[in-house]
């Protein structure tokens, strides 16, 4: 059977530095969710996954990230290490699912998405 871990590990990655966060939001408005943030293509998302109230990334470790679909099915759309964290400025404290801005957050900072070809092809 083929299973996430087993793709991790085939790409020599530990499944034990991956953290898998599965994005669906009921504060959004039509056509913000995270699945339209990630349609969009735009870095919404990304800003939306490294915006958060309190520290849930591990420094160093993968976040593996996935959105609900409309359908309410899990699709998974990146891999991404964790760089950092610090306190978000203002100005990127707006939530991009609403129009709300966060008093302060915890700002992660990732590499950019991993490119693992076997994962792509895999999934």
Known sequence: ???????????????ATVQL?????????PGRTPYDLWRAGDG???????IQKKEKF???NFLASFV???SGDTLFVGLF????M????RRRRLIPLSKKT????ICTTFNEKIDYPNMSATL
């Open 102 to 105: 966060e008093r302060e957050c």
């Open 21 to 29: 966060v599965r994005h669906q939001d009921a504060r959004a408005i």
């Open 81 to 84: 290490r964790v760089n950092g």
């Open 68 to 70: 609900a679909t409309p």
């Open 86 to 89: 610090g306190i978000a400025p």
């Open 58 to 60: 591990e420094v160093g």
């Open 44 to 50: 919404r998302l990304e800003l939306y996954q490294r």
């Open 1 to 15: 059977m083929l299973t996430f871990n087993t793709i991790l590990k085939q790409e020599n990655i530990d499944p």
